[in-house]
């Protein structure tokens, strides 16, 4: 990371991390196939209803693990041995508190939240019911991206990967055992997800205790230190309302989606699964420029710094207009594996269309907003996604839909929100890159 080319250490570091993010959709995606199969539409509209909810809890854990990333990797890019070791071993401790404290959250706010998605009637019980289960495993999912954070931080991302290519595998055994042998619905599929979690974490921890390195996590030596958690929260936390924001609008528009009719919900939901597992590469470039910034930033190298962030985007949209541009050739087959029924693959597509096809924009925003974090400041591009994602979105379902309330006009609200975000998120990154000063840590 502080030395030699960029475009290939950082593709050799995004692609792990990109197919961690995809086996951690496929959690959902297992439970979306197996239940669309052999269960019913409403059983797969449920789970669909609760994709919203679920992106918001495992983005506040992803963008505050990230603050675990990048005090740890700027603390490794100093040779600072010794307070590494510290920040690793609060990091682990931050990660169980936040962890259980969402997980109760969650059961308290559960059926409200999906009230306010105005889900039906008719797939309340199910979607309730599934939520339900699917949050008792948060502290796990809070603790593994924590652990993958430390990881991360070292240029380590096979680790976190190969244990959860075991969990996800263990997942849809678990479903299909679950539905076709237990006939438990969804309620078996989603402890089964639960489970699955709760074995990456367990793996990763048992992986970090036995390290020889920097990063090895003494279970006698786990506390919190003030200063660290702060410093991971502030850099953290606007990294999760970051995520968050995205899933908050998401919330408005699942919303707007549910009152189209059950055939919408199970079209969107079937789309959002092939939207979510091409947008973890932009998720896996962003993270991936956020801990070489970090890393060259702790070390002093500024000039590096700034060429890591055009390498990185660089690279990435190479890979997102790939992508993108398959994804929205084979449309109709992708649909085709998760409902097979001509009017709900026809809507899908237009979904397809509109989200995939503008990722490319998307490049800009994580690249710029992942170097950002990288020096430290989480807040400004939380700030900004909050007026510009959210309240475009917002405003166009109740102006726009509202007046012609169908799914292509929902569907129009996200390049439009993501043009005007990366246009200002380029001219705040401009103005901060031009004050940043080297630190000594």
Known sequence: MLHGPIAGPMFLFALPLALTGILQQLFNTADVLVLGQYVGTNALAAVGNNSPIIGLLVNLFMGVSLGANVVIARFIGAHNLKETTRAVHTSFLLALILGFAVAVAGELMAEPMLRALAVPDEVMEPAALYLRIYLLGMPAIGLYNFESAIY???????TPLKALAVASLLNIVGNLAAVLLLDWGIAGVAAAT??????????????????????????????????????????????????????LSNLVIQAAINSLGAEVMAASAAAFIIEINIYVFLIAFGQSITTFVSQNYGAGNLPRCRQVTRVGMQVGMVVIVLLSGSACLLADHLLAFFNDVASIIEIGRIRVFYIVGFYAVCVFIEGFSGAMRGYGYSLPPALLMLATVCGVRIVWIYTVFAAKPTFRNIMVCYPISWTITAA??????????????VIRV
């Open 194 to 247: 639960s489970l699955a979690n709760y074995v990456s974490a367990w793996m990763l921890y048992h992986s970090l205790c036995h390290e020889h390195g920097i990063i090895r996590i003494e279970p006698g030596a786990i506390r919190m230190i003030g200063p660290y958690a702060r410093e991971i929260l502030r850099i953290g936390l606007p990294a999760g309302i970051q995520g968050m924001v995205f899933s």
């Open 152 to 158: 991360r931080s070292r240029g380590d991302t096979q």
């Open 424 to 437: 200002l998120l380029a001219g705040i990154y401009g103005f901060y890159r031009k004050n940043i000063k």
